[in-house]
């Protein structure tokens, strides 16, 4: 147990000092009646020219924000391929990171290399979840990051809100456009959670907010991503989406993990 604490009182002091963006404001959808749209596709080449190819992302990521009553902070360096492949570190200052989960194929394992303990073989949206309330796959978050509504986005109906805003569903999901000088991607609506994208450069975003609301199932949720070195497209080794466990790592659950998940606890606990 002390070694325990102390992990995460390291990871307090460390993830207490990381720069995360100022909260913004939510975006303000357009209130004005909207018209069918008979064909989005100049706006969505505009908007997502980078979605169709997209094979894999990389990038550093400043988390903050709320999953009901837990505050979330942290700094993540993660990587995606398609299809569902997955590593995220929790960098520290110095030594080795705080946590590192790897995967592929639908199952992760999280490692805490500072605590000696392990959880293996675990739906890796299930580890999100635990760690920031964000039951979403790889692909899915990748696809959010690289300024995507969806990892296979196909446009259905299209509604257009006077000359500045679109609205296109598919894929189970809604992405509205706004037009700044050019059509971007703003946000993607589903399952009742909304996805916003901001300060891009080109077509991809530098920050993300994710919000739902609370429900008889899960918690409510604000949580902000300041993303920035942002890599598309580039090979990624199969080894980069498994991890190096010691034979006598000891073994921890999921149930544990959400009881202490580092993200929330970090800001909670008491520094020295």
């Not at 989960?101 to 805490?112: N, S």
């Not at 899915?140 to 446009?155: D, K, N, Q, S």
């Not at 679109?166 to 703003?186: D, F, Y």
Request: proline fraction near 7%; charge should be neutral.
């Amino acid at each position: 147990m002390a070694a325990r604490s102390s992990f995460f009182a390291a990871l307090a002091v460390c993830l207490a000092g990381a720069t995360i963006a100022c909260a913004p404001k939510s975006l303000q959808l357009p209130t004005t009646t909207s018209v069918t749209l008979d064909d989005a596709t100049p706006m969505l080449r505009e908007a997502l020219p980078q979605c169709a190819s997209l094979t894999s992302v990389t990038a550093e990521l400043g988390l903050s924000g709320r999953v009901g009553n837990a505050k979330l902070r942290g700094r993540i360096q993660a990587g995606f391929a398609r299809p569902d492949k997955v590593r995220l570190e929790a960098v520290a200052p110095f030594g080795a990171p705080f946590f590192i989960v790897a995967g592929t194929a639908g199952r992760a394992t999280m490692w805490l290399p500072r605590d000696a303990r392990v959880l293996r073989d675990v739906a890796p949206q299930a580890i999100l979840d635990a760690l920031a309330g964000l039951s979403v796959t790889p692909d899915v978050l990748g696809a959010w990051i690289a300024g995507c509504p969806a990892p296979e986005f196909r446009a259905g109906a299209a509604r257009a809100y006077g000359s500045d805003w679109v609205a296109v569903e598919g894929s189970g999901r809604t992405a509205w456009l706004q037009r700044t000088g050019a059509w971007r991607l703003v946000r993607s609506d589903g399952d009742g959670l909304h996805v916003e994208f901001a300060d891009h450069t080109g077509t991809t975003p530098g920050r993300l907010r994710m919000q739902r609301a609370d429900a008889s199932a899960v918690p409510a949720l604000d949580l902000r991503m300041a993303v920035s070195q942002v890599e598309t497209n580039v090979p990624l080794d199969d080894k980069a989406f498994s991890v190096e466990v010691p034979a006598d790592a000891a073994p921890m659950t999921l149930d544990e993990l959400r009881a202490s998940g580092p993200l929330r606890d970090a800001v909670s606990a008491k520094t020295p």
